[in-house]
């Protein structure tokens, strides 16, 4: 079973927390993934998570989501016709363009189908990203 540490709880900042991946269903008819999964919480090493709702939101990967395309050191790949825009008081208005992104199923399950990396690092490295974007901050 794959373990990933992510960030610490939000309200409780000296809980650790790990995603434990339980499985996950890949379906190209449909082309839909899901990930099942559970969020495990220590402290100074005490399993603490059934202190915890063992309820977590569904995780359903879809077309309807769009997902930044990565390098093989997993850093975002820049898209080369940006071109970036600002309002009058100088904020970006098009800063998600900056990098290129797909249809989430067709990248993810191209990466997972057409690549040399093993899958526990491909999920470790999905976690994290989706960790840094708040996914697990419920």
């Known amino acids: 079973m ?3 540490k992510i960030s610490n709880n939000t309200q409780f ?3 650790e927390r790990t995603i434990q991946i339980a499985g996950i269903a890949l379906n190209f008819d449909a082309q839909l993934l899901d990930i099942y999964y559970r969020i495990n919480y220590f402290k100074n090493s005490t399993d603490l998570s059934q202190m915890f709702s063992r309820q977590v939101p569904e995780w ?7 997902i930044l395309v990565r390098d093989e050191n997993f850093n975002p790949i820049p898209n080369p016709e940006y071109k970036e825009q600002k309002d009058q008081e100088g904020n970006i208005l098009n800063d998600t363009e900056k990098f ?3 249809p989430a199923f067709d990248y993810v399950s191209n ?3 057409n690549t040399p990396a093993k899958l526990s690092d491909i999920l ?3 976690i994290i990203e989706q960790d ?7």
């Open 2 to 4: 794959l373990q990933q």
């Open 13 to 15: 900042k000296e809980v």
């Open 60 to 66: 359903h990967i879809d077309n309807n989501q769009r």
């Open 100 to 102: 290129l992104t797909e």
């Open 111 to 113: 990466i997972m189908l």
């Open 124 to 126: 470790r490295n999905y």
């Open 132 to 138: 840094n974007d708040g996914r697990f901050n419920f």
